[in-house]
């Protein structure tokens, strides 16, 4: 290979590799200008609740143009699904470190079941979500909920097979209790929101709700007495 063919090799490399930089330093960048947003849109939702706060509102507490911010958001609930997701992943994981230390199973599987359902209500009170606004919300909710769904129930089943073997409980199949525990869960909560949005409340109790998992563990650990 001749002198001159080494360099032409040699700066087209350092052209892809300042190319390859410049690229990722965009990238940086761009997720920077994401977290501020979100963190922004999470203390105006707060403040304002989601119905009413505007990307004008989120815009000038971020200090953008709106023109800006319709670069990395077109919508305001994009913002608080986003968020509100990833930040359920945190607390599921923290929930899920703190249930293993529990030594019960039922204990282990109450606990689970109604911190989660508690988080989830609490996110929607701080951040007044409204009941026509949750309408709106749920079909892309569910849609981005999945993955998080499936972790969980391999979570519960995990947590009942060490039941099993430790013979603390006898069970056929864990994995379809666990399936069913969470699904039942999640339709408790999803039905009395209905009802809401039906009736055209302006709140939603999950009291009622609270109270049907607290019996559904109950049924399936210790039966129909």
Do not use: W
């Not at 077109?74 to 699904?81: A, L, S, V």
């Not at 204990?107 to 359902?117: G, I, K, N, P, Q």
């Not at 379809?176 to 929101?193: C, G, P, Q, Y």
Request: aromatic letters at 10%; one cysteine or more; charged letters at 30%.
């Amino acid at each position: 290979m001749c002198l001159t063919s080494f360099s032409n090799i040699l700066t087209k490399c350092l052209k892809n590799e300042k190319l390859l930089f410049n690229f990722s330093q965009a990238m940086n960048k761009r997720e920077q200008v994401k977290s501020r947003i979100e963190q922004a849109a999470m203390e105006c939702f707060e403040r304002y609740g989601l119905d009413k706060t505007t990307l004008e509102d989120i815009a000038k507490a971020v200090g953008l143009n709106k023109t800006s911010l319709y670069y990395y958001y077109k919508k305001k609930e994009d913002i608080f699904i986003e968020v509100a997701l990833r930040e359920g992943e945190k607390y599921i994981q923290t929930l899920q470190e703190a249930t293993a230390e529990k030594t019960e199973i039922e204990e282990c599987v109450a606990f689970y079941l109604e911190s989660r359902f508690n988080y989830y209500t609490q996110v929607l009170n701080m951040n007044r979500v409204s009941v026509e606004t949750l309408h709106k919300l749920l079909p892309r909710f569910f849609e981005l909920y999945d993955a998080l769904m499936h972790r969980e129930k391999e979570f519960l089943t995990a947590l009942l097979e060490k039941a099993i073997q430790e013979k603390k409980i006898k069970m056929k199949d864990p994995k379809e209790v666990a399936s069913v525990l969470i699904n039942f869960t999640d339709a408790l909560k999803h039905n009395v929101e209905q009802q809401a949005i039906l009736k055209r409340e302006t709140n939603i109790d999950y009291t009622q709700s609270l109270k049907d998992i607290k019996t559904l563990v109950t049924l399936i650990f210790e039966g129909i007495k």
